[in-house]
């Protein structure tokens, strides 16, 4: 299974960004899709994650703001970012288990500019 992320880059402080991660290979059964980031020096954290039946789970600073969601058909999950903050500044990971795989994608930057 392999994991392809796009949509990072630089946005404003309120701004919006759109990340996307798609899954190829030998996907028999995707069953929860989901958005980690971290920082220099920090943990790799939870962002949000959706199960197989759109059960969404949610880091407390991103309620409200971030809606994870996810296309099964096209074994996509997206990331919609609203009202951006500089602190949610980070490298974004998707992740993908399956019944057989947890697999990791490769990373994307997302800047917020103050």
């Known amino acids: 299974v392999q994991l392809q992320a796009s949509g990072g880059g630089l946005a404003q402080a309120g701004g919006s960004l759109r990340l996307s991660c798609a899954a190829s290979?030998?996907?028999?059964?995707?069953?929860?899709m989901g958005w980690y980031r971290q920082g220099p020096g920090k943990q790799r954290e939870l962002v949000a994650a959706i199960s197989n039946g759109g059960v969404t789970n949610y880091a407390d600073s991103v309620k409200g703001r971030f809606t994870i969601s996810r296309d099964n058909a096209k074994n996509t999950v997206y990331l919609q970012m609203n009202n951006l903050k500089f602190d949610d500044t980070d490298v974004y990971y998707c992740?993908?288990?399956?019944?057989?795989?947890?697999?990791w994608g490769q990373g994307t930057q997302v800047t917020v500019s103050s």
């Open positions: 992740r993908v288990v399956t019944g057989r795989y947890d697999v």
């Open positions: 290979g030998s996907i028999f059964r995707i069953n929860v």
